[in-house]
């Protein structure tokens, strides 16, 4: 689930994709297989909708290889607005650099303006604040992040592939939408453990229009019905002289 856009309310993706929310807010957990250097979590997504396995393999020198694996199980479903997994981080982890498109957000069809390069900033100048809460800050063709803390040390998150990230100092629940006028972008503020998505994709933002289907992202920027496994490690990082 996502945050949802201004287009997104409009063109009625609440309802049409309600689904994804109940899938990401209620996800189950299957069961949990260890071996010696290696652990699998399998969720089920609601009751036969889909499946989501994520194994974490861990090197003698503490790196972290992360397979996730997304499986649909039902083909009447509508299509995902994100695939991939959501970490929480510690609010001194402010300091951001990544390799990928930038120096604003990036979308996969808001990207064409967006340079592929060597980027870096603070998390919390990530959110742009729209006058209602929604979807901000997501970087596309990421091929690494790093996070750090002002000490220098923090955590680094490569790509097998290109990744969809996104990293905002507060929960990422505070972008879902509220009723009307109970909640503005002046209400976010830096809060408790920062949110960081590592995606394998997000659907574009679409708005052709704001108020009916046509306003939807093009088919070439949605994200099918399909199964997805991607990959990326993730690895400890210290300030170099």
Wanted: no cysteine; charged share 25%; hydrophobic share 35%.
């Amino acid at each position: 689930w996502r945050g949802l856009t201004d287009n997104d309310v409009g063109i009625g993706l609440a309802k049409s994709h309600a689904d994804w929310k109940h899938y990401s807010t209620t996800r189950r957990l299957l069961g949990i297989d260890s071996g010696p250097d290696r652990i699998k979590v399998r969720y089920a997504l609601g009751e036969g909708g889909g499946r989501f396995d994520i194994t974490y393999q861990m090197a003698a020198d503490g790196q972290v290889d992360v397979t996730a694996d997304f499986v649909p199980l039902k083909d009447d479903l509508p299509d995902p607005l994100r695939v991939g997994l959501r970490f929480d981080f510690d609010a001194a982890l402010d300091g951001l650099n990544w390799y990928g498109r930038g120096p604003w957000e990036s979308y996969a069809d808001r990207k064409t303006g967006a340079a592929l390069g060597l980027y870096s900033g603070s998390v919390r100048a990530q959110y742009h604040d729209y006058a209602r809460p929604q979807e901000s800050g997501n970087k596309t063709d990421v091929r690494w992040l790093s996070l750090s803390d002002a000490s220098g040390f923090g955590v680094r998150v490569s790509g097998a592939q290109p990744l969809s990230v996104n990293a905002l100092p507060f929960p990422y629940e505070d972008l879902y939408m509220r009723p009307q006028g109970t909640w503005k972008s002046s209400d976010i503020v830096p809060r408790g453990d920062g949110a960081l998505l590592v995606d394998i994709a997000q659907a574009g933002v679409g708005g052709d229009t704001g108020w009916n289907s046509i306003g939807r992202p093009l088919v070439k920027y949605r994200i099918p019905l399909q199964p997805v496994s991607y990959r990326f490690r993730l690895t400890a990082t210290e300030k170099t002289n």
